[in-house]
Structures are given as structure tokens and as C-alpha cells.
């Protein structure tokens, strides 16, 4: 029986909904009347079936016993009225009969032995066409009975909709209702009551929500409920009553189902919909009308009840994750992700103006601490999202709100966000409170998980956000310590934590001032007296994902041991503060640490009373260390500038004035002042070209100059001193005889002699020139075969920048052939030749510069020490650089000699497989999409080469392998990356089982992910390729060859 109420509900709704017969669209009749009479004709059908049909008898006594309990007559003149409730009631036996089948279901037991069968549906369950009856009705009821009775400005008006809801709009507004404050509240309730059963909710709060919140707000808020809208104003009865029917216990009521509503939806959906009705004020063409018109602004009261709900949704817990998904979810950021997510991670403005919601702090919010202190922790959860489609866009947000907040309010984003962010750090710095059970052998301090994040986080922030404020490298800075002392521990093995320190650290010592920069490369170093990272109870062990653990060590018993752990960790951190600053030679952070270590080294002979206490010694030991290793590391490329010269100068006479004043000078002292007047007297002589600043920066050795002219014991040394004084009293006004002959033996005759032979100062020489160069160049190709002489040599060096290009290549091509036959005049211009071949590789004919990466390539081959390393810096130096800034070609062809060198070297290749792996990886990170494919390139080639000597890198190389082909947006540089799969598995062949045993299965991982969801068909094309060789490799190690050998063996 219930189950026939139900289909006869439904199918009462389908009779009502019925739309006009097509004859009565006629010409001469208004689309209005046409719906006026459509819904007349329609109600006096359902009653006449109501009646006279048997098998609706069962749906008219429901129906009777529905309007016995309502509050308002179903019947009345109006007839879209009459259509609305007839509709309601219709819905409400609809859910009464649903209620009632339900009721009566018992589920049936589930049957064992088929346990793979899905559930039965609940009886309750409307088909397809029954959800498509119910909707269209509900359509019908939102339309006639709630939007023609919202306020303007209240919700989407009826004529920004559709061409039928404009016709109601005129409809409604004929029938003149003058009661539309409490059909608004009847239809809306009824409507809700109605979603409260299970099956009816998703028709009615899918499509509806945004109406049934505009009606809720506008009854439950409104101060004006006298006012009617445009509809019904002309139609009032003129009353003055507050709230035209409603008593304060609706009221509340109203404002009680709105708070329950919002709680109940999905919130993200709730924020969209409380983001619309607030509104905007643009301008928009009317649907089937041409011209442009004017929405109706929000009112006042609904902006601000608005913004005071989207307020509270905010602050209530996942309320942050709620607006960002509110706001950003449309753009394909959902659950379900997909290309629109791709899309939406690109719409950053839309991700900033999140962030700048978030940050600024609500008007409703009474306390901007309070506020702070409820979102900040949900921020911070934001970076931990694990879909990573979403997570893009969700840790733009994140990060763009945190440097927000901390530019508006730094006091209270260092309480409630970066003191919690930064926590794991500072208690791996020994500042932060230990845990419980810490005392014990083995207690775990900082866990895995804990640690990652916190790193993980501040990369986000800091070097991806690249917002630096003083707030935020002020607290950074606490926790470098750690930092540093985490990469050092993560560089002694593999870690995913690695690049993550060696970018924190590189970012804070390019975006923090100079002083700040060496005071951290102090503490870093351990220069300053500090407490030592990790706390001496505790220490580092790798974790079980890839991560860093801080655990409680256990107490050494030996004194030897503990100091030689001591001294071994002492270098290996020097020697990671200097590869550290390897990575900022385009900066003066090095060249400056370096003038800062020399001033703080005392003179051991000049030390007094006192000077010998352990700590000194240490300090001064490790300045020694550290100046070792940078000069070791940047040779003369530490001074970068002239100011950093100067200082150098400075500190070396600084250090000749302690030992005169002490009576200590020693021959390394001698010579090293010898070294630093030669340096100024150069200057002084043209070797740079200074300025007035740099003479400012010259006079604090005016002092120290005076003081060695009057006290050294060398006369030389004091002539010069008080000459070189002299000189730079007048700003090089004046120079003796004795700096220019000091000056220019320190520059020597090279340049001046260079200088004359490459730039002519008339046409006619310069013609004249390269005349003879052609000459030499002619005479060096018919002669080849003999020994050139050494000014020959010179004149097919000169050749060699011939405008002619024919001549030339000519001559590089011979340069290139002395190299080879190892000629001793190239044998010992190997610098000049070097140079000559790297300026003719950015020359635009193919001839050229193909033999300049003949050239080089031989180069590298007959001395691969010196040449390579120069090589490798000339490959790494980026579009950007400073002085020798190299084109994208460049690069590439750069890259071309050393994918040429690492063939020529062959099994000698694993000699220098460090630098190269390391300048090849680096340079899968360049911007450039070609650079990045010639290092894949090369990286494949070295692979090839390397065997046996690759399985301590193997891990790093799939890595970075694995990286590409998941992020990288461009197929060239993914199809490189596949491409080195392949070489790799053609290069090992059947010693591939056995060096790529660790990563074996995650390489077939990634190559079958790159089979099945890389777009690019050259990509596929190539792990089908790859898979394909591991396939014969892995046939070929588990199924050797039988081969049949005949053995002869002689008896005794």
C-alpha cells in the first residue's frame, strides 16, 4: 500500500508539472497567459483524477489528512499561489508515503556465498523519471514561491535566471499577492521539512540551497519586513507592521533553521552560496533581453549578516580549509581533481586573493589575537594535504597568507604560528622543552614525521613564497643551527631532507643583510660561542622513509674517541659551510666571510698573557681551517670585487703591523705583506679601475703604512710602503717610479702585450692584420705537419677571432691539431687556448663553433684535470650571471663538449664522476626547458660510462629521474629524462641486475607510469623502449644462455 502511495504521489506531481499543449502557443496569446492557464488547467486535472480515479483514493485520503494539519488554506484566487500549494502538499505525502515504506523494510539477511552482491536499495528509493518529477516540481515551487517575494538585492532575480522565470516575474507580479512575507516563510519551512527525509535532501538542497538561505536571511533578519519587493509593492495594503505576520517566536525560529542549515551542508558549498548572496554591483545583459542593466546591490544588513556568517565559518574547526575549497573548488580543485586543477594551481590571483582574506582579520571578530589564535594552527595544516592536485593551490594559499599575516601582524604570527612551525628546530637546537622518557638511551626526541614536515614547511614559506621580512628571518635565523647541522648530517648519506636545508640555508644567506649573513656563517662555523647543535645528549639517525630522527645517544666512555668524533665533526662541517657558499659565487657572501675570517685570525707569534686558553685555540684552529678550505675551493675567485680586495689588503698589513709591534715577523708574514702591497700597487697601476669610493675604502691603510715605513727592517719594503702611501694620500694623483715597476711586475707583460696584438687602433692595421693572419692561417694548413714556432703560434691564435670566417675555423681547427700532437707552445698556453675556443663557441656559423667544440673536446681530453672543472663552471653559469653571463646556446654547446669529453674518457670517467654528476644534476633545475634536456642528455651518456662506479649515486640519479617525469611540464625535457632509463639499461646491459638491484623495481614503477599517463606519444615511445630492454635484461639474468662446450681432458 505504501509503496502505491508513493508511485501515486509521484505520479499526481507529474500530472500537476505537465507542461502547455503546443496549440495553445499560438501568436495572438502572451506567454503569461499562457502559464496562467497552464497551471489553472493543471490543478483542475489533478483534482478531477483525485476524485474520480480509484487508484488514487489511497493518495486523496493522505492528502486530506496533509491539509488538515496545515496552517493555510491550499485554495485561493491566486492561481500561481494555488499552484505552489498543491505542490507542497503533494511533496509532503510524497515524503509521509516514503516515511511509511520504510517503516515496513526489513532488510534481508545477506547471503554467504555471495558475499560480493551488493545491498538491497531501501523501498524508499525513487527511480530516475521519479527524482526528474520531484525536481521539476521543486522548481516550480522555488520559482512561484519564494524568489518573487525576496527583497532586491536579496538573492539572483527571477529575470537573471531564465526566460520562463521572467515570465513568473510578470505573472506574480499581475496576481499582486499581498501576503508575500508569510508565503515566503510557509514555502520555505514546508521546503525544509521536506529535506529532512533521507532520499528528498540531496533533490532539494543540491539545487535550492542558495534560495532557501536568501529566504531564511531575509525573514530572520531583515529590518525591514514591511518592506515588499518591487512584485508586491504597488499591491500593499499600506500596514506599518514590523514584521507583517510574524511573531518574535518565528522569528528565532528562522534564524535558528539558518544556523542549523549552514551547519548541516557541506561547508564548502555554504561559503559559495553566503559568497553570492552577498553579491556584487556589476552590470549584467539580461537573459533574452539586448541591453545592459543593473543588478540590484546587496543591502546593507545582508552584506553584513553575510560576512559575519562566512566569519564564523571560518573559525570553527577545518573552517580555513573550508573557504579555500569554498572559494577555489570550482576551478577544479575538488576531490576530484583533474586537468581544471592544473588549471586552477595557475590561477594565482585567485590563490592571493584567498590568502588576503585569511590574513586580514574579520570586522566581526572582536579580538584580532583570538582570531589568530583559531586560524593559524588550520594555516599550518593546510601544507599537509595529501591529494596533490589539491594540495598545489591549498599550499599557495598557505603560504601567500603566512607571509601576509606576518607583514600585519608579526607580534602574533611569531606566537601562534612560527613558534608551533618552527618547534621540532628549536628543540633540535637544545632551547626547546624535552620530551617525556627523554633521559633514556634510544629515546626518540623529534620523530620522522614531525622533523620532515617541519622542514618541509619552512621550504614552502620561505624559499618558494621568497617573501623575506625581518619578522621572518629574525625567527629563521634561531633555528639555523639546526638547519646546518641537519644538512651536514644528511650529506653523510641520502636523505630527501638534503636539498630542502642546503635551500633554506642558501635563501636566508642571499636575503638577509650582509652583517646578519656573516654573523650566521660565524655561528655556522662555530666561531662564536654557542650552544652546540644538536645538544650534546642527543644526536641525528636516519629514519625509516628517508628521513632524519633526533634520538638520545648513548654516553661515551673514552676520552680519545669522544675528541676524535669532535675534531672529525668539526671538518666535516667546515667543509659543508664551504660547499655551502659555492653555491653563492654570484654573490660577495663568500668573498666577504673570507675577509672576516682573516680579521679575526690573530698572529700566533704576537699572542700575549691569556692567549692560550683551549677555546681561543679551537676558534683560531678552525679560522685556520676554514681560510684553507675557501682558498682551496674559490682560489683567487673569493674576492669577487674591488672593495673585497681592499679589505684583504687591509687585513694583511693589519696582521704585518701585530707581528713589527710584537717582534715576530716570520717568512710566511713577509711574504704575505709582499703579496698585499703587490696587489695595491697593481690597482694603483691600472689593474681595476677605481673610483672615489674605492679610495675612501683605501684610507684605514694609510695608518698601517706609515707604520711599516717607519718600523720594518727591509728598506725595499719601506720605500715602498711610504710610496704606495703617498699614492693613495693623492688618489693616485701622484706614483713613484717604484710602484709602476712593482705594478707591472705584478700584472707582467701578458695583458699590455695582448692588448696590442688583438685591439688595432687604425683600419689599416687592423687590415693589415688580418691579412697576415689569413697568411698564417694559409700557411698553417699547408704546413701542419711541422713545428710552428711560437710567434706562428701567436698569429693563429689571433687568427682565430679573423672576421673571416673560412680563416677562422681554420685556425681553430689547427689549434686543435698542435693540441692533439701535444705542441709546446700550446702545452703552455693552455689558459689562452681554453679561452680562445670558449669566446668562438658563442659564434653564430655552425663552422665555427663546431670547431670550437672539436677543440675543446680534444682540450678536455689531453688534460682533463685542469680543463674539465673550467668546463663544468661555464656549464653551470646561468643566463643570469653577472659578468660572464652565456646565452641558453651557449650553455647547450658547452654541454655538447662535455657529453663529447665523458665518450673520450670512457672507463676514466669514474675519476670524475662527483663533479659531473653533481654539474649535470644542477643543471636539471636550470629555468630553461633546452638546458634542462641537454643535462638529461649528458647525465645519460655519463651513466653509460660510469658501470660499477655509479651504485653510490644510483639513488640521487633516480630521483632526480623520477621528479622529472612526475613535474615536468615540458615533454622534451620528459622524453630526455625517459631517454636516460634507456641508455642506462643499453650502457650496463648485463650488469644492470647488479648495479641497479636497489632501484630496479622503482624503475619499472616509473617507467610504467610514464607508459600509461604521460600525454606525450615521443615519451611513451621511449619507456616502451626502456621496458622493452629491461625486459630483455631481466629474461637474459634469470634465463641465461646454454652454451655447449666440448671439454677434452687428458688421463694420466
Known sequence: ???????????????????????????????????????????????GKLHQDPSWADLERLRERVVSRLVWPVRCDDAAWSFVSEALVLLLCLKQAMIELLAQFTPPKPNPKTPECAPALPPDTLSISQQKTVQSALQFVVTLGICPYLLPGVGIPLGRRSDFAATVEKVVHRSAASSGTWRLHTVTLVLLDIAQHASLESLVLTRHLGDLIAGLCQLGYSPNKCQRSSVSEESSRGDSETHQGLTDAELRVCRETLRNLLDRVYQPIVIKELLMLQGGTKQAASAGVGKAQTLSRAPTWLRRLCGQLLSERLVKPHGVQAVVRGIVEGAGAGIAGGQSAEAAAADWRKCDAVARILASCPQQCLCVGDYYRQVCPQVLEMFHIRDRLTARQFQRVATTTILSMVKEQPELVDRYLLRPLLAPLIICSGTGEPTEGSGRVGAVIVGELELSRCVEDVFKICVVGNDPSSRLLESLQTVLPAIFSLHCFTKRGV??????????????????????????????AGLTRSTPVPHPLYHFTAGSEGGVILSV?????????????????????????????SGLKESNIAGDFFIECLKGLKCFAGEVDGSDRLPEREQQLITLQLVAILCERFGHFVLSNTVQVIE?????????????THRTEEMVEAQTLSMGMGLIAAMLGGAAQLTSADFDAMKPMLPKLEQIAASHPDPVIQELASDLRITVATHGAFATEMVARVAQSTMGNKNKHDDKSTEPSQPGEAGAENESHRQSSASCRTEHGNKPSSGNFQQILQAAFDPEVPTRAAALRTVTQMVQQRNPDALSSQEKVLSVFLENLSHEDSFVYLSAIQGLSVLSDVYPARILPRLLDEYRTSPQGAEKTRSVETRMKVGEVLMRSTRALGEIASRYRDPLIHAFLLGTRDPDGPVRASSLSNLGELCQCLDFALGSVIHEVMACLAAIVKTEPEAEVR????????????????????????????LYRLLKYVSQTDEDE??????????????????????????LQKKIVILP
Open 1018 to 1043: 615521443v615519451a611513451v615511445l621511449h619507456a616502451q623502449l626502456a621496458l622493452e630492454e629491461l625486459d630483455h635484461v631481466v629474461r637474459r639474468f634469470l634465463f641465461p644462455e646454454e652454451t
Open 975 to 1002: 622524453r630526455a629524462a625517459v631517454h636516460v632509463i634507456t641508455l642506462l639499461l643499453r650502457g650496463l646491459g648485463q650488469k644492470a641486475v647488479q648495479v641497479l638491484g636497489d632501484v630496479l623495481r622503482d
Open 495 to 524: 636523505s630527501h631532507l638534503r636539498s630542502a636545508c642546503q635551500e633554506i640555508l642558501l635563501w636566508f644567506l642571499q636575503k638577509s643583510e650582509p652583517p646578519a649573513a656573516k654573523l650566521v656563517l660565524k655561528q655556522l
Open 553 to 581: 645517544k648513548a654516553a661515551g666512555s673514552d676520552e680519545d674517541e669522544a675528541l676524535y668524533e669532535k675534531v672529525s665533526c668539526d671538518q666535516w662541517r667546515t667543509e659543508c659551510l664551504a660547499d655551502l657558499l
Open 1 to 47: 500500500m505504501a509503496a502505491g502511495l508513493q508511485a501515486a504521489a509521484a505520479a499526481a506531481l507529474r500530472e500537476l508539472t505537465v507542461p502547455a499543449e503546443p496549440c495553445m502557443l499560438s501568436a495572438q496569446t502572451s506567454p503569461e497567459d499562457v502559464l496562467l492557464h497552464t497551471l489553472s488547467r493543471n490543478l483542475s486535472v489533478l483534482q
Open 648 to 660: 684583504f689588503v687591509i687585513t694583511t698589513l693589519e696582521r704585518s703591523c701585530v707581528s713589527l
